[in-house]
C-alpha cells in the first residue's frame, strides 16, 4: 500500500505563506499523479492542485496565482506552496496519489489523513 503523509499546516493570518508537504512511501507501487484537496466544514472536498509525473500542473480558480504544487520524484514527496492565504483558505488539507500495483498493473488513488489549516482575519 501507499501511505502519504502531510505536514505544514498551521494558524496564520490573512496574507501569510505556508508551505505543506506530503512524503509518499511506497514498494509495491509506483506513483502517477498527486495532487492536494482540501474541505472545509460543511462543505464538499475540493480540487486545489495535481501535478503528473511530467510535471503538469492543474489548479483551482480560486488558488491561480497564489498557490504553486510541485514534486520531487527522487524524494517520492509532493509540496504545496501556499501565499497570500485568504480566510477562505481554511480547511483540512489532503495529500493524494494515483498508483499503479507493480504486480497487477491496476491503478488506484491513495490518500493522507490531512493537516489543518486555518487563516484568521
Known amino acids: 500500500q501507499v501511505q502519504l503523509v502531510e505536514s505544514g499546516g498551521d494558524l496564520v493570518q490573512a496574507g501569510e505563506s505556508l508551505r505543506l508537504s506530503c512524503a509518499a512511501s511506497r514498494s509495491t507501487f509506483s506513483i502517477n499523479a498527486m495532487g492536494w484537496y482540501r474541505q472545509a466544514p460543511g462543505k464538499q472536498r475540493e480540487l486545489v492542485a495535481t501535478i503528473t509525473s511530467g510535471g503538469n500542473t492543474n489548479y483551482a480558480d480560486s488558488v491561480k496565482g497564489r498557490f504553486t504544487i510541485s514534486r520531487d520524484n527522487a524524494k517520492n514527496t509532493v509540496y504545496l506552496q501556499m501565499n497570500s492565504l485568504k480566510p477562505e483558505d481554511t480547511a483540512n488539507y489532503y495529500c493524494?496519489?494515483?498508483?499503479?500495483?507493480?504486480?497487477?498493473?491496476?491503478?488506484?488513488?491513495?490518500w493522507g489523513q490531512g493537516t489543518q489549516v486555518t487563516v484568521s482575519s
Open positions: 493524494s496519489a494515483n498508483a499503479t500495483s507493480i504486480y497487477s498493473g491496476r491503478s488506484r488513488n491513495f
